[in-house]
């Protein structure tokens, strides 16, 4: 959709999400990293788990359709370079501490004087001003500033952190937004501007209904792991079955009804569900007025009827039934997931080096229009010099002392 | 409130939005808060769930009262149509032809029922884009399958990453987790397609799974899976290469503080600020291997110390130091966070039903076109009567007779 944009992307991991899409949606991204690579390409897990910068499955996830190369931004010449490149680009994604690029002569000013209609986006922990702008982090910590990790975890032990990152993936995909909200602006009128993304922002967006709680009702929504609270009772939210874990909450009314009804109907069809569950009125069962006693009735055979079945049987079944009930999906379930096939999902892209393909997720989005796929793999170290530093007139002699003097 | 003056992105943009819950209303917030006229087409017949969601202003429920409902939709114009009456398909068409595009988040099914499907809006727009956001896409063994969030989140793998190795799987807190993944793919893609749309007068339709995108939060582990045929361990709160790495209990009640040391440097600091300046070079705790092998040691050590001091002491303490650490906030302290007030995330605006009410404002800034609070979020069908006669172009009769046979109902 957007195939004539270039991105020069500086980003390391905090920032590498913004710049996938942009490229998943047809923009040419340039990965620009430090000579010898990113610091980043040392994050795993790694391909045949090698701990090698060109094995990170990292890197690989979110680079691809990226094609990449090396400039060391800190020495005068790849300073000149940059320069020459910003001439070429629409847009650079930078996710260097605060002031870090201003410090170098390569800030949003310095940019927009080389082109007036840059768009700049930068993507940092805290953002570029503010009473915390320059305190150090790290996921565990931002998330803990984000409300999130505060309501994750069981209510009796502390709160409990995702172990993937995931701060750096809500700012990474509005850097996204926000590169193409400033770039249709300028197209509408000549004007570029700089995009600036907190990771604490983006990722303190959205607390569902946990701060207007606050405001009105003076609650503080607390952790509630594995079972959920109402104002009355504690409900089983997560439970066994005989591979694994299956997740439902009991909810009655326009939301919940349907699920339930055709839930006993199907314990039913295998003598499971009792005279209690079958005499149940869903339509106005309250489960936010539902005393545990109540509860506990109900929740008893459905826990017997899961510990019973497998995750395949009810993954089926749900679908089947159209009803709001699943089992946790593990990696391979979802490499094997029966709609992600349908629809497609995955590809497989050579990684002639390693003699290999891998398996990628496809594409976001299904365009009537235009093909948003999953082109290429990640480039490998200064992969592209060659080709992209020709295009601003720097010949193999040029490449040779950019080499040796370290700044490629 | 403060009224925007300055010029918005989108101004002039007309989206008509059969949005609905989280996932819809989120999307068209990028639209909304920076021009766009977004119409939400509502009724009182079946009202948004988030409008008969707690909590509401003084306890009592009110189709304009609810909390949930209210933070998300400043900007926003609702239009309230009773899409059963005879006369609303065409109401609906004679605003797709005035549209830039429409948008809608419901099971697949619901607008082919109404016979508002790509192909027939094409007929009415030639250049109209459609953005379809339901929870598995537009087709596939699921798609008919509701798409409520904790569910949405467990299908896509998430609580593998949360929880005690020797423990269960544990949903996010915010259980409703991915309905803020797919609004971010979905308008950067809008975008791009209305971006399309100007330079080749092409529309199109999108069809957006929410259950695809939140795979993109997780990538490297589907790729570890596929390459490597690994699951991912539940750590806790530990990080195998980072000693200290964890959520540590301070000075109130349920008040903790994060902290994580990922180098040598960080270590002694922490030392220093913890005053025991001795261990940073005992040979149990000199490096990070060492660190880890008495990671629990490490562990109580921190905690000795920051059991005596509040949260925010500890954070001061420790960030002065350049040890990465901070408050483990709840929602209250969200609210109140000196950083995020600095960066305008919510904006208190007069609401006619709720008073002075938060709603949430950007999850980023643009330096030259800052997204504006404009007007609170809507009372149902509060924009009828604009959308008919301003954008429209109906009679105050053609209006009134409309009203009299119950279609905006």
């Given at each position: 959709m957007?195939?004539?944009?270039?991105?020069?992307?500086?980003?390391?991991?905090?920032?590498?999400?913004?710049?996938?899409?942009?490229?998943?949606?047809?923009?040419?991204?340039?990965?620009?990293?430090?000579?010898?690579?990113?610091?980043?390409?040392r994050?795993?897990?790694?391909?045949?788990?090698?701990?090698?910068?060109?094995?990170?499955?990292?890197?690989?996830?979110?680079?691809?359709?990226?094609?990449?190369?090396?400039?060391?931004?800190?020495?005068?010449?790849?300073?000149?370079i940059?320069?020459?490149?910003v001439?070429?680009?629409?847009?650079?994604?930078?996710?260097?501490?605060?002031?870090?690029?201003?410090?170098?002569?390569?800030?949003?000013?310095?940019?927009s004087?080389?082109?007036?209609?840059?768009?700049?986006?930068?993507?940092?922990?805290?953002?570029?001003?503010?009473?915390?702008?320059n305190?150090?982090?790290?996921?565990i910590?931002?998330?803990?500033?984000t409300?999130?990790?505060?309501?994750?975890g069981?209510?009796?032990?502390?709160?409990?952190h995702?172990?993937?990152?995931?701060?750096?993936?809500?700012?990474?995909?509005?850097?996204?937004?926000?590169?193409?909200?400033?770039?249709?602006?300028r197209?509408?009128?000549?004007?570029?501007?700089?995009?600036?993304?907190?990771?604490?922002?983006?990722?303190?967006?959205?607390?569902?209904?946990?701060?207007?709680?606050?405001?009105?009702?003076?609650?503080?929504l607390?952790?509630?792991?594995?079972?959920?609270?109402?104002?009355?009772?504690?409900?089983?939210?997560?439970w066994?079955?005989?591979?694994?874990?299956?997740?439902?909450?009991?909810?009655?009314?326009?939301?919940?009804?349907?699920?339930?009804?055709?839930?006993?109907?199907?314990?039913?069809?295998?003598g499971?569900?009792?005279?209690?569950?079958?005499?149940?009125d869903?339509?106005?069962?309250?489960?936010?007025?539902?005393?545990?006693?109540?509860v506990?009735?109900?929740s008893?055979?459905?826990?017997?009827?899961?510990q019973?079945?497998?995750?395949?049987?009810?993954?089926?079944?749900?679908?089947?039934?159209?009803?709001?009930?699943?089992?946790?999906?593990?990696?391979?379930?979802?490499?094997?997931d029966?709609?992600?096939?349908a629809?497609?999902?995955?590809?497989?892209?050579?990684?002639?080096?390693?003699?290999?393909?891998?398996?990628?997720?496809?594409?976001?989005?299904?365009?009537?229009?235009?093909?948003?796929?999953?082109?290429?793999?990640?480039?490998?170290?200064?992969?592209?010099?060659?080709?992209?530093?020709?295009?601003?007139?720097?010949?193999?002699?040029?490449?040779?002392?950019?080499?040796?003097?370290?700044?490629? | 409130?403060?009224?925007?003056?300055?010029?918005?992105?989108?101004?002039?943009?007309?989206?008509?939005?059969?949005?609905w819950?989280?996932?819809?209303?989120?999307?068209?917030?990028?639209?909304?808060?920076h021009?766009?006229?977004?119409?939400?087409?509502?009724?009182?017949?079946?009202?948004?769930?988030?409008?008969i969601?707690?909590?509401?202003?003084d306890?009592?429920?009110?189709?304009n009262?609810?909390?949930?409902?209210?933070h998300?939709?400043?900007?926003?114009?609702?239009?309230?149509?009773?899409?059963?009456?005879?006369?609303?398909?065409?109401?609906?068409?004679?605003?797709?032809s005035r549209?830039?595009v429409?948008?809608e988040?419901?099971?697949?099914?619901v607008?082919?029922k109404?016979?508002?499907?790509?192909?027939?809006?094409?007929?009415?727009?030639?250049?109209?884009?459609?953005?379809?956001?339901?929870?598995?896409?537009?087709?596939g063994?699921?798609?008919?399958?509701?798409?409520?969030?904790?569910?949405?989140?467990?299908?896509a793998?998430?609580?593998?990453?949360?929880?005690?190795?020797d423990?269960?799987?544990?949903?996010?807190?915010?259980?409703?987790y991915?309905?803020?993944?797919?609004?971010?793919?979905?308008?950067a893609?809008?975008?791009?397609?209305?971006?399309?749309?100007?330079?080749?007068?092409k529309?199109?339709?999108?069809?957006?799974?929410?259950?695809?995108t939140?795979?993109?939060f997780?990538?490297?582990?589907?790729?570890?899976?596929?390459?490597?045929g690994?699951?991912?361990?539940?750590?806790?709160?530990?990080c195998?290469?980072?000693?200290?790495?964890?959520?540590?209990?301070?000075?109130?009640?349920?008040?903790?503080?994060?902290?994580?040391v990922?180098?040598?440097?960080?270590?002694?600091?922490?030392c220093?600020?913890?005053?025991?300046?001795d261990?940073?070079?005992?040979?149990?705790?000199?490096?990070?291997?060492?660190?880890?092998?008495?990671?629990?040691?490490?562990?109580?050590?921190?905690?000795?110390?920051?059991?005596?001091?509040?949260?925010?002491k500890?954070?001061?303490?420790?960030?002065?130091?350049?040890?990465?650490?901070?408050?483990?906030?709840n929602?209250?302290?969200?609210s109140?966070?000196p950083?995020?007030?600095?960066?305008?995330?919510?904006?208190?605006?007069?609401?006619?039903?709720?008073?002075?009410f938060?709603?949430?404002?950007?999850?980023?800034?643009l330096?030259?076109?800052?997204?504006?609070?404009?007007t609170?979020?809507?009372?149902?069908?509060?924009?009828?009567e604009?959308?008919?006669t301003?954008?429209?172009?109906?009679?105050?009769?053609?209006?009134v007779e409309?009203?009299?046979?119950?279609?905006?109902?």
């Amino acid at each position: 959709m957007i195939s004539g944009c270039r991105a020069l992307d500086l980003t390391d991991d905090n920032g590498f999400l913004c710049g996938k899409i942009l490229a998943d949606l047809g923009a040419d991204v340039i990965k620009i990293e430090r000579p010898g690579g990113d610091p980043s390409r040392r994050i795993g897990p790694f391909w045949a788990d090698v701990p090698h910068p060109e094995k990170s499955l990292y890197w690989f996830a979110y680079n691809s359709n990226k094609r990449g190369i090396t400039l060391n931004i800190e020495a005068a010449d790849g300073r000149e370079i940059l320069k020459e490149l910003v001439k070429t680009a629409d847009f650079v994604i930078e996710s260097f501490p605060p002031g870090f690029m201003d410090k170098l002569g390569i800030g949003y000013p310095a940019l927009s004087r080389i082109r007036k209609d840059i768009i700049l986006t930068s993507i940092t922990p805290f953002g570029q001003s503010g009473p915390y702008h320059n305190y150090q982090t790290s996921d565990i910590v931002t998330m803990g500033m984000t409300g999130i990790l505060y309501q994750t975890g069981e209510s009796d032990r502390p709160p409990e952190h995702m172990s993937i990152p995931q701060a750096c993936m809500h700012a990474g995909a509005d850097g996204a937004v926000g590169t193409m909200m400033a770039y249709y602006h300028r197209e509408m009128t000549g004007e570029g501007q700089h995009v600036d993304v907190s990771m604490q922002q983006s990722t303190a967006w959205f607390l569902a209904n946990a701060v207007p709680l606050w405001e009105l009702n003076g609650v503080v929504l607390k952790r509630s792991g594995s079972f959920r609270w109402s104002l009355s009772s504690s409900q089983r939210q997560v439970w066994q079955c005989r591979d694994g874990y299956v997740f439902f909450n009991i909810v009655g009314g326009r939301t919940g009804a349907k699920t339930l009804y055709e839930l006993v109907n199907w314990m039913d069809g295998k003598g499971m569900a009792d005279d209690y569950l079958k005499s149940m009125d869903w339509d106005n069962f309250d489960m936010w007025r539902a005393d545990q006693q109540m509860v506990d009735r109900i929740s008893k055979p459905i826990e017997k009827f899961f510990q019973a079945l497998d995750k395949s049987e009810i993954a089926r079944e749900a679908a089947a039934r159209q009803i709001s009930i699943c089992p946790l999906s593990t990696m391979e379930d979802l490499l094997n997931d029966p709609q992600l096939k349908a629809r497609s999902f995955w590809t497989e892209i050579e990684h002639p080096e390693l003699n290999t393909k891998i398996t990628y997720p496809r594409e976001f989005v299904k365009s009537s229009e235009n093909a948003c796929e999953t082109r290429f793999r990640a480039p490998l170290i200064g992969e592209h010099n060659e080709e992209i530093y020709g295009e601003i007139g720097l010949d193999k002699q040029d490449l040779v002392t950019l080499k040796q003097a370290g700044v490629i | 409130m403060s009224k925007g003056d300055k010029k918005g992105i989108f101004d002039g943009l007309i989206i008509t939005s059969f949005c609905w819950a989280i996932v819809g209303p989120l999307t068209m917030k990028f639209f909304a808060d920076h021009g766009a006229t977004v119409i939400r087409m509502e009724t009182a017949k079946r009202p948004c769930t988030l409008r008969i969601s707690t909590p509401y202003k003084d306890g009592e429920p009110g189709i304009n009262r609810s909390g949930y409902f209210n933070h998300f939709s400043a900007n926003m114009y609702s239009f309230s149509l009773n899409m059963d009456s005879p006369q609303a398909l065409e109401i609906v068409k004679r605003l797709v032809s005035r549209s830039d595009v429409v948008m809608e988040n419901f099971t697949p099914g619901v607008m082919e029922k109404w016979g508002l499907t790509y192909d027939e809006l094409k007929k009415v727009k030639p250049d109209i884009i459609m953005l379809r956001q339901s929870g598995f896409g537009l087709w596939g063994p699921y798609a008919q399958q509701p798409a409520f969030g904790m569910i949405l989140a467990a299908m896509a793998g998430l609580p593998n990453f949360i929880g005690e190795p020797d423990g269960i799987p544990l949903p996010v807190g915010v259980s409703p987790y991915t309905d803020c993944i797919s609004p971010r793919f979905a308008a950067a893609a809008l975008i791009a397609a209305l971006d399309y749309r100007n330079k080749t007068g092409k529309g199109q339709l999108l069809d957006l799974s929410q259950f695809e995108t939140a795979l993109y939060f997780i990538m490297p582990a589907l790729l570890d899976g596929a390459v490597n045929g690994r699951e991912p361990p539940r750590l806790g709160n530990s990080c195998p290469y980072a000693v200290p790495h964890g959520v540590y209990p301070c000075k109130g009640d349920d008040r903790w503080c994060s902290i994580a040391v990922h180098s040598d440097e960080q270590w002694a600091n922490l030392c220093r600020v913890i005053g025991k300046t001795d261990y940073i070079d005992d040979p149990r705790f000199n490096t990070m291997r060492n660190r880890k092998q008495h990671e629990e040691i490490i562990n109580e050590l921190i905690i000795e110390w920051t059991i005596n001091l509040t949260p925010e002491k500890v954070m001061d303490r420790m960030q002065a130091a350049g040890v990465p650490a901070g408050v483990v906030k709840n929602a209250a302290e969200i609210s109140e966070d000196p950083q995020l007030r600095h960066r305008n995330l919510f904006w208190p605006i007069q609401h006619p039903d709720m008073g002075l009410f938060t709603h949430l404002g950007p999850s980023f800034e643009l330096s030259k076109t800052p997204a504006q609070p404009r007007t609170p979020s809507p009372r149902l069908g509060e924009h009828t009567e604009y959308v008919c006669t301003r954008i429209l172009g109906m009679t105050d009769k053609e209006f009134v007779e409309l009203v009299g046979a119950g279609v905006f109902e």
